[in-house]
């Protein structure tokens, strides 16, 4: 028996699902990813150090704001750069930008449909436009937080090694506070939508892993936190974990001891949700998730979560913004800056950084000489370290749908739609796994 | 287009970052709106499936890689009365094409290594492929534009932009001049419409638009010259976005 879909739409990139059974065994199942290679860490070398980060934001259109940051990162920690603490705000409130805006799409547009039994979203956006109305909403939010401060909320323009080109008009964030009471209540009316749906039973064992830091919810910085409460550096991590490339494949695998490992919502739940802020551990509670969770659909409750902890986290960033003066100083005057440490350098600079991506965490690794080109260049994204659990969960959870079957040796309509339903759950980016 | 009945529509991509499309959706309750006036004919952000097999407009985000892909295109082209190319990657290149002017071949080899079997051609815009009867550039498209332009395209009137360059929009937000400032800014040759977003955020134009019809370079190239930029760094900004070819179509042996 082979199974086939050719395409499944709502999901970011081209990929549709292959599989082979023979005599009740399956064989073979696979996520056929159609993107074409950019070869983006090709391309980044011989590339300069004040370029790499706005070529590196086309990687995804979704979540542009991540990759610009943690390729930031990992070139002001190769050249030992400290960030002033405004730049620190203002950079952790692009990154709630963004975990709202990205969840919001696909919680609203990609998964609810799922469950409300439609296939057009613009019939389910007609029938429930209250709900739609909220959902835009929080998603405009998050693209104005980002563009009041990046310049633009797709592909921002103004983060740079050090800071920022140009700092964010004071009067528009104030906006943005004034409108976040609001928000923070369309937010939480979505995540009620969200932890009120029925999610298949699905409990599979997998290791997890996410950004844990002692002082808040992680998305900016911190250690990788896995099972058994391990933490590692990002750079060891890096290390600890195994990328491999399947023949054929354009999108590499992660393996995490030799397993494959889930990144993403639920994971940084289950790691660092007693850290959650007030009204989001309350929705957690309603929710009656049980922590550790290993049932892959919980990403979706995990992300509707994590959109009313990020309002929240807004409100507290923009307030203490809002407090301070902005200095000259917090503009990138630091050209010069980098070009002595580019200067003095014996060799090659080398770092890697880490940053929590709406899918899961995202790793960049450089290294580049003292003619600020880059000599190297590695890029793991959520979604290729996520790819070898998902196909594992799709060879577990298959049996279950094949079981359930009328006639023998067809997936009908209801099998398909709980196969592209697992698939969407894990908020699949396959431009960003290609890249 | 079509008079007297919904004109449909297809959003479409090939590989590329899909911000364009993001784009469109960033419009919100706009886009909404504008949905109401058309038949969506397939746009895999929202839709299970196609609805129809021939559309009255298709626009197309991304670059054509896979062999896949250049088919799909194809197939489009043959099932659609007017297609237009939607950002950088469709109507210039867009990022990667930076490889056309690297050793593509060890590209592949440095990120993959089973290379074999993956697509790797020179990357070209969708004009090279297919009959393309209008561009919106841009990395991503400004919204707005996209707005104004598939307004227009669904009542039927055809649109052109305007050429004029980005310091056009520049000098009417009254933004000082990077270029004056010695920054590498590409704004005299590069095709306005954007709203100057990069200048006005201090960030010089790097070109994401494509050049200007009839686009000189000379006098820009002697003034960054001027200005202490090599030659070898200019090239590298024209890279970004597969703007070098387009100025350059048989690049000088000594630029």
Redesign the interface.
């Known amino acids: 028996m082979h199974i086939k879909i050719e395409?499944i739409?709502?999901i970011?990139?081209?990929a549709g699902f292959i599989a082979d059974i023979a005599d009740g065994k399956i064989k073979k199942v696979r996520v056929d990813i159609?993107?074409?290679?950019?070869?983006?860490?090709?391309?980044l070398?011989?590339?300069?150090i004040y370029?790499v980060s706005?070529?590196t934001a086309?990687?995804?259109?979704?979540c542009?704001v991540v990759h610009t940051l943690a390729s930031l990162k990992a070139l002001e920690k190769a050249l030992d750069i400290d960030v002033s603490p405004t730049t620190l705000l203002l950079r952790r409130l692009m990154m709630m930008g963004q975990i709202i805006n990205s969840h919001a799409?696909h919680l609203f547009?990609?998964s609810l449909?799922d469950f409300l039994g439609f296939?057009?979203?613009?019939a389910m956006?007609k029938q429930h436009s209250r709900r739609?109305?909220e959902a835009?909403a929080v998603?405009?939010f998050g693209?104005l937080l980002v563009e009041v401060i990046g310049?633009?909320?797709?592909?921002p323009?103004?983060p740079t090694i050090g800071g920022f080109?140009?700092l964010p008009d004071k009067r528009k964030l104030r906006h943005l506070f004034n409108i976040s009471t609001k928000v923070l209540a369309d937010a939480q009316r979505l995540a009620e939508l969200f932890i009120g749906l029925k999610y298949p039973y699905f409990v599979r064992s997998s290791p997890y892993a996410s950004l844990h830091n002692a002082k808040e919810y992680a998305f900016y910085d911190g250690l990788i936190k896995t099972p058994n409460d391990a933490k590692a550096s990002p750079t060891d991590f890096m290390k600890i974990i195994k990328e491999y490339?399947p023949?054929?494949s354009?999108v590499k695998r992660a393996l995490y001891q030799g397993q494959p490992y889930m990144v993403g919502a639920i994971s940084r739940l289950n790691n660092n949700h007693s850290q959650l802020n007030p009204h989001a551990k309350r929705l957690l509670k309603q929710a009656g998730l049980l922590l550790p969770s290993l049932n892959p659909f919980h990403n979706i409750p995990a992300q509707a979560v994590e959109v009313v902890h990020c309002v929240e986290e807004t409100r507290e960033l923009l307030k203490r913004t809002l407090h301070k003066s902005f200095d000259v100083n917090d503009i990138a005057e630091q050209k010069d800056l980098v070009e002595t440490k580019l200067r003095s350098l014996k060799g090659t600079a080398q770092a890697t950084a880490a940053v929590e991506a709406p899918r899961g965490a995202l790793y960049y690794f450089y290294e580049f000489g003292g003619n600020g080109k880059v000599v190297n260049c590695n890029i793991i994204t959520p979604t290729s370290q996520n790819m070898a659990r998902l196909e594992r969960d799709l060879e577990e959870y298959l049996p279950s749908l094949l079981g359930r079957m009328t006639t023998a040796n067809v997936c009908d309509k209801n099998c398909q739609d709980k196969i592209k339903m697992l698939v969407r759950a894990y908020d699949p980016c396959l431009?960003c796994a290609?890249h | 287009m079509v008079k007297n009945k919904k004109p449909i529509i297809a959003i479409v991509?090939?590989?590329?970052?899909?911000?364009?499309?993001?784009?469109i959706?960033?419009l919100?309750?706009r886009f909404?709106g504008l949905?109401e006036k058309i038949t969506?004919g397939n746009f895999?952000?929202?839709?299970?499936?196609p609805t129809t097999q021939r559309y009255d407009i298709v626009f197309v985000e991304g670059?054509?890689?896979?062999e896949?892909?250049i088919a799909r295109l194809k197939d489009l082209r043959q099932r659609s009365k007017y297609l237009v190319a939607l950002g950088a990657c469709a109507a210039l290149g867009?990022?990667?094409e930076?490889?056309n002017y690297?050793d593509?071949h060890?590209?592949?080899r440095?990120?993959?290594?089973?290379f074999e079997?993956?697509?790797?051609p020179d990357i070209k815009p969708l004009s090279h492929y297919v009959a393309v009867d209008m561009e919106i550039p841009g990395?991503?498209i400004n919204k707005e534009e996209f707005l104004q332009v598939a307004k227009n395209l669904i009542a039927g009137v055809p649109v052109k932009l305007p050429q004029r360059p980005v310091c056009y929009e520049c000098q009417i937000k009254q933004n000082k001049c990077l270029l004056q400032e010695g920054l590498p800014c590409l704004g005299p040759i590069i095709l306005g419409g954007c709203g100057a977003?990069?200048p006005?955020?201090?960030?010089s134009c790097?070109g994401c638009r494509g050049p200007l019809k009839d686009a000189d370079p000379q006098n820009l190239n002697q003034q960054l010259s001027a200005q202490g930029f090599t030659q070898e760094e200019v090239r590298?900004?024209l890279q970004?976005f597969g703007v070098a070819d387009k100025i350059y179509p048989e690049p000088p042996t000594k630029i």
């Open positions: 395409h739409s709502k970011e990139g081209y159609k993107e074409g290679a950019r070869l983006l860490e090709g391309i070398r011989d590339r300069n370029e706005h070529i086309r990687i995804c259109g979704i542009p799409l547009f990609f449909s296939n057009k979203d613009l956006v739609a109305r835009l998603r405009d693209n310049g633009r909320s797709i592909h323009v103004t080109l140009k490339q023949e054929n354009v431009t290609t | 991509s090939l590989t590329c970052c899909e911000g364009c499309q993001v784009a959706l960033d919100g309750a909404l949905a969506i895999a952000f929202l839709e299970e499936e670059s054509p890689i896979t896949e892909n867009g990022i990667a930076i490889k690297q593509k060890e590209r592949l440095y990120v993959y290594q089973n079997g993956i697509n790797n990395c991503p977003v990069c006005s955020n201090s960030y790097d590298l900004i970004r």
